[in-house]
Each structure stands twice: as C-alpha cells, then as structure tokens.
C-alpha cells in the first residue's frame, strides 16, 4: 500500500462547523438496528413517562382553581392520589426504561469492542510498531463507551426532548395562547449562545479523548515491566512522574475547562429561564386581574411547565452540534475501522494439507514504507505521523534468491542490520515482498490462507513473550486441546520439565508480565517447548545473542536438536553449532546474499564469512568453553 493509504480521519478544529454526513448515521445505526426492538421499548416508555410529567402541573391548576375553592375533599382526595400515583408509574417506567436501554448500550460496546479488537489483530505488524498500545486501549475502553454513550444518551435525549417540546407547547397553547407566545419570545437569547456553546463542548470533548489516549499510552509504556525496569536502571523516576503530570494535568484543565462551559451555559438557561417564568407570572397576574377568563392555576401551571420547556428546547436549539459532539467517540472507532489491512487473503486462498516443507525465495526484494502515514488523529486536531521501520538503505532485501529443500537447515548469518530479520518476517506474512515470491511447497504465500499458513510455520523470536498466565497457558496456546502428557512431552524435548517439576505449583505457575519470573534462558526453553508441542512443518528461529551461562547454552542446543530434527529450518544463527549443522549457509550483507554455501565452502572463499567466523563465532565458542 502507498504511504497515504491510512487516511481519512476526522480534523476538529476550533473554526470548524459540526458535521454530520448521512454515511456516519448510517454506520451509527449499523450497530444499533440489532436492537431496535429495545430502543423501540425505550421510546414508547419515554412517551408514556413525558406525558404523565405533563399531567401534573394539570393536577395543581385543578386543585388550586377547583378542588380548594369548592372545598371538594373527593377531588382534593384525587389530585392527591394522581400526584402520588404519577412519579410511582413513572419510575416503573423509568426502571423498563434503564434495563431497555442498558441491553442496547452494553450490546453496542460489545459489538464495537469485538469488532475493533478483530480488526486490531489482523492489522500488519507495520501497524503495532508505529503505534502506542495505550492509544489503542484507549480507543477499546473510552471512545466504544462514549459511543454507546451516543446511541443510548444523546439521541434518546433528543427524541425524549422533541416529545417534551411538543406536548408541553399543545397543553400549554390550549391553556393560554398568549402566554405561551409571551414565553417564546425569550428564546432568541439563548440561542446563539447556545450553539457557540456546543461547538465549544464538541472541540472539549475530542481534546479530553485525545489527552485521555495520550496519558494511557504513557502508562502503558512505563508501567509495564519492561518499561518499569528501564525507568529504574537509569533513575527517571521523577521524569516520568513529570511527563504523566504533564498529561494528567491536560486532562484536568480540560474537564474544569468542560465543567465551566457547561455550567456557564446552564447559568444562562436558568437566568432565561427566570426572565421567561417572571414574564408569565406578570403578564398572567395582569390577565387574572383585569379579565374573568384567566385563574391562578392557569398561572402557576404554566410557570411550571416552562423550566421543562426551556431545558428542551435550548437542546434542540444546539441538536446538530450536540448529535456531532456525542458521535465524536463512533468517528474514533471508525478512525481504527476504516484503516486498510495490508496483510489479507486471497480471494480463493489455498489451504496447505500435505506439507512437504520446501522454501523457495525467487528473486525478492523489499522495502518498508519510508513515506509517512497517516495515523490516529493528535490532540490539536492534526493527524499523528507514524514512520516505518528506520533503514539506512532504499531496499531492505535486494535479489534474494534461494531454496530450501525439505528437511533441510538453512543458516542465516551477517552483521547486525544486514537484512536477516527482514528476511524472515516475509515467509509467515508478517510483511509480503515487493517484488518477487515466496514459495511453499511451490505455492506463492500470498495464495496461502492465513491460518493455514500460520499453522504450517513455527517461529522462536529472540525476544521472547509470555503471557501474564500459567506455563500450562502459556504452552497451550501452540496446542489448545494437547494433553497434559503432550505437554510434559515437549517441555522434556526442550529440557525444562524438570525445572518446571520443582516448581510448587509446576505447570500451573504464573509466569508473569510478559514471562519476568524465568531467566532469559529458561525463557527460551519454554518458547522451544511451545514450538514443538505446535509441531510444525517449517521452523524459523531467531537464537538469541544474549550472554548466557554454559549450562543454559548446553541445555538450549540440546533442546534445539528435537526441534530442528526432520524440519524444514531457517535460522539465524548465533552458534557455531548451528553454523556447522547447516545444509546451507547464506552470508547476508546490506539485503543481499553476498556468499552462500556450507562451512568449509565459505572459509576456503577468505570472504566475510570467514571474517565473521574469525570475530564472532569463533571467539563466542572459545569463550563459552573457557565459562564451561
């Protein structure tokens, strides 16, 4: 994909007018027309509830026009059993109505958070290394509950207020026309206000989401353990602790900053409101004085209707920039759904049944994206740039081209950066090729169905992750139904059952953050475990190049040995074990195969291998047999 393939994310700025595309609704209402029969239940118990609302400043005009100066206990009694009665319905109504709409509101956020967290996990791995995962989290946690927020808040508001408008203003046009128009003239001084307001609110309320995301991705950064660790060794407490103030205290100022303009604004709504009920009682005491059509409970029950009226309506007023405020969180989600996969099937993929194992690299070559893409929007309103994978070079593989027979051990070395790591991530489709193929048993990967491919292929990163699980978890996830047997099985092949044995729990242990509680080198030991209990056809490995001590050397090359046995292996090797074992070896310098053949091939050749071998491999034996 080109570099401005991310793109098309939603910009607030200040100057900004509010926008709400019939796309964007329609999407919304994607997620809540599986619930329409909930929301339908929550609109008619929000019509049934309005309209008794509107019943009861009814009931004082009759009891202070009729019931008083009659002196009628029987219709007193009654005034007085219907203002009971009528907030005891109404809250019965209000109970129908909050489990209606919790239904609908849980149900959207599962369905948002399902389909984002899918989405998330077929993302490239381009994707994971240019962005937080706190920014992420964010997006999962509190942009899917401000969209729910949106369905189950904001329009079920505005439907509640298009009702309450409209009884309120026939009850109170059939009461007294005059008045009522006396109480709409005030309307006018808000109502500027009022969107000025909103647009204030909406362009607050991104800010907070944005701030908010930032401050996760900061947590997550630094509060897990390898973060934790790096803080430590290099005494940046207190930096840290002045960077999470830095955002923190943006969060901060924008909620007062979001507290003060909302009630600034609901201030002015009470003042106009104040004008309004005053205008009433004026007016309306002038009419009752000079005129016998008029009583004092046409006064009051007018002057009680308009607080509600006024509430409505100032909502109404700002309905366009509100809808567009509240749906700010469905235009974050969709900010992460709209962003293209680049690793996907074909359409008609292959799947992979008899696996022979042959690997054929033809003629490929690769490049990360070096163009800047666009990404998840920034607090200023701007788009966030995220870079690929800094390379000091155009292309990260140049001409690869070899093959690797069935059952045989291909051994990748060369200088740090030179390209092997690229190379591996192109056969389980971490990353596809620019130009050229990669084959499996004859077939283009790109052919391949993605689970089918990942099933045919195990990989021992250098870095290796655990999940916050137990180690029976933990080596499950290779084999979700192995048998505890099958278990033992393979972590004896890797040589780590007996330390798991020792353990009290054994192989109910947790391991904790990202596996913390074992050495790096019974880390790796587990990690060889996983991969044979997955038992697949292809193997790429990654030795790792940490300096252990010689009986974790000896134990890992032992576990290495069932591994790598009767498979299809490329490994980039660190050991001169490996080295020696290989079927082929390909020197790999600046993306290109420079030499390529067995041991005593390249050493005759007086080419980089035999440098290499000289000041790495060599030197690596002799001093892991001098610690022996």
């Not at 974790?552 to 790598?564: H, T, Y």
């Not at 490996?578 to 020197?587: G, P």
């Given at each position: 994909m080109n570099g401005g393939g991310w793109r098309g994310f939603v910009r607030a700025n200040e100057d900004e007018q509010p926008t709400i595309s019939r796309m964007l609704l329609q999407r919304v209402w994607g997620y809540a027309r599986p619930y329409r029969s909930?929301?339908?239940?929550?609109?008619?118990?929000?019509?049934?509830?309005?309209?008794?609302?509107?019943?009861?400043?009814?009931?004082?005009?009759?009891?202070?026009?009729?019931?008083?100066?009659?002196?009628?206990?029987?219709?007193?009694?009654?005034?007085?059993?219907?203002?009971?009665?009528?907030?005891?319905?109404?809250?019965?109504?209000?109970?129908?109505?909050?489990?209606?709409?919790?239904?609908?509101?849980?149900?959207?956020?599962?369905?948002?958070?399902?389909?984002?967290?899918?989405?998330?996990?077929?993302?490239?791995?381009?994707?994971?290394?240019?962005?937080?995962?706190?920014e992420l989290v964010s997006r999962l946690n509190n942009d899917v509950v401000g969209s729910q927020r949106a369905v189950t808040g904001t329009l079920i508001t505005l439907i509640t207020n298009v009702i309450t408008v409209s009884i309120t203003l026939f009850i109170m046009l059939t009461i007294e026309w005059r008045l009522t128009l006396l109480a709409?003239?005030?309307?006018?001084?808000?109502?500027?206000?009022?969107?000025r307001v909103g647009r204030i609110v909406r362009n607050l309320t991104r800010s907070q989401m944005q701030a908010n995301g930032e401050m996760n991705g900061l947590m997550g950064e630094t509060l897990n353990v390898s973060g934790a660790l790096l803080v430590k060794i290099f005494g940046r407490r207190n930096d840290e602790v002045a960077k999470f103030?830095?955002?923190?205290?943006?969060?901060?100022?924008l909620g007062i900053r979001t507290a003060l303009v909302m009630r600034s604004f609901f201030v002015m709504v009470g003042l106009v409101s104040a004008v309004g009920v005053t205008s009433v009682y004026w007016f309306?005491?002038?009419?009752?004085?000079?005129?016998?059509?008029?009583?004092?409970?046409?006064?009051?029950?007018?002057?009680?209707?308009?607080?509600?009226?006024?509430?409505?309506?100032?909502?109404?007023?700002?309905?366009?920039?509100?809808?567009?405020?509240?749906?700010?969180?469905?235009?974050?989600?969709?900010?992460?759904?709209?962003?293209?996969?680049?690793?996907?099937?074909?359409?008609?993929?292959?799947?992979?049944?008899?696996?022979?194992?042959?690997?054929?690299?033809?003629?490929?070559?690769?490049?990360?994206?070096?163009?800047?893409?666009?990404?998840?929007?920034?607090?200023?309103?701007?788009?966030?740039?995220?870079?690929?994978?800094?390379?000091?070079?155009?292309?990260?593989?140049?001409?690869?081209?070899?093959?690797?027979?069935?059952?045989?051990?291909?051994a990748l070395?060369?200088?740090s950066g030179a390209g092997k790591t690229s190379l591996t991530y192109l056969l389980p489709r971490l990353y596809d090729p620019s130009r050229g193929r990669v084959l499996i048993d004859g077939i283009d990967v790109r052919e391949l169905e993605l689970d089918s491919l990942g099933q045919a292929i195990g990989m021992v990163t250098q870095e290796t992750f655990l999940f916050h699980e137990s180690l029976r978890a933990n080596l499950r996830y290779a084999k979700p139904d192995a048998t505890d047997a099958e278990l033992e099985a393979a972590c004896r092949a890797a040589n780590i059952h007996d330390l798991i044995a020792s353990l009290p729990n054994g192989y109910d242990t947790v391991v904790g953050e990202r596996g913390y509680r074992?050495?790096?080198?019974?880390?790796?030991?587990?990690?060889?475990?996983?991969?044979?209990?997955?038992?697949?056809?292809?193997?790429?490995?990654?030795?790792?190049?940490?300096?252990?001590?010689?009986?974790?050397?000896?134990?890992?090359?032992?576990?290495?040995?069932?591994?790598?046995?009767?498979?299809?292996?490329?490994?980039?090797?660190?050991?001169?074990?490996?080295?020696?074992?290989?079927?082929?070896?390909?020197?790999?310098d600046q993306g290109r195969v420079l030499e390529r053949g067995t041991h005593s091939e390249l050493l005759a050749q007086a080419g980089l291998y035999a440098q290499l071998y000289q000041t790495q491999f060599k030197e690596r034996e002799q001093a892991l047999e001098q610690r022996a």
């Open positions: 909930g929301i339908i239940v929550v609109l008619i118990t929000i019509f049934i509830g309005t309209l008794l609302d509107r019943i009861t400043p009814l009931l004082v005009r009759h009891l202070i026009d009729v019931a008083i100066p009659e002196r009628n206990l029987g219709r007193l009694n009654l005034v007085a059993v219907g203002l009971v009665a009528i907030p005891l319905i109404g809250g019965l109504l209000d109970i129908l109505q909050r489990r209606h709409s919790s239904l609908v509101g849980e149900g959207i956020i599962f369905d948002l958070r399902r389909a984002l967290y899918s989405h998330m996990q077929r993302m490239s791995l381009r994707f994971f290394t240019s962005t937080k995962s706190g709409l003239l005030v309307l006018p001084l808000f109502m500027l206000p009022a969107r103030s830095q955002h923190a205290g943006e969060v901060r100022d309306g005491g002038y009419l009752a004085i000079t005129s016998d059509n008029f009583s004092t409970g046409d006064i009051i029950a007018l002057a009680l209707y308009l607080p509600g009226l006024y509430g409505a309506i100032s909502t109404l007023v700002n309905t366009r920039v509100e809808l567009a405020s509240s749906l700010v969180s469905f235009e974050r989600v969709f900010e992460i759904l709209d962003l293209p996969l680049e690793i996907v099937d074909a359409e008609q993929p292959q799947i992979l049944q008899t696996i022979r194992g042959e690997v054929q690299f033809e003629h490929v070559w690769f490049r990360y994206q070096a163009d800047e893409i666009n990404s998840l929007s920034s607090r200023d309103g701007q788009e966030t740039t995220v870079i690929s994978p800094i390379t000091t070079r155009e292309w990260a593989l140049s001409d690869i081209d070899f093959t690797a027979k069935p059952g045989q051990l291909v070395v060369g200088p074992f050495s790096g080198g019974e880390k790796q030991r587990i990690a060889i475990a996983r991969v044979i209990l997955k038992n697949p056809r292809i193997l790429v490995l990654d030795e790792a190049t940490s300096a252990l001590d010689s009986r974790s050397e000896a134990l890992i090359q032992a576990a290495l040995q069932p591994l790598l046995k009767d498979r299809t292996s490329i490994v980039i090797a660190h050991r001169l074990s490996t080295i020696l074992a290989a079927d082929l070896i390909l020197v790999v």
